[in-house]
């Protein structure tokens, strides 16, 4: 068990723990996973997108008047 310093209050805890007891702010740790996820979820929006987009490129005509 090691203790980690909380870069918001400067309060020291427990390295397991996600978030700053004291005033939440999450670890460096975890926001790297937050970060992971929400580039995640970013790819999956980005892609989905991507295959509407060409979906509705070989549905609609072509030959628009
Ligand atoms: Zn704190």
Known sequence: MSEIICNHCGR???EDNNHCPF???PTPAQQ???LDAVKKKMI???VGISIFCAIMILWLPRDIP
Do not use: L
């Open 12 to 14: 020291t805890f427990e």
């Open 23 to 25: 005033c939440q702010t």
């Open 32 to 34: 790297d996973k937050d």
């Open 44 to 46: 999956i929006f980005i």
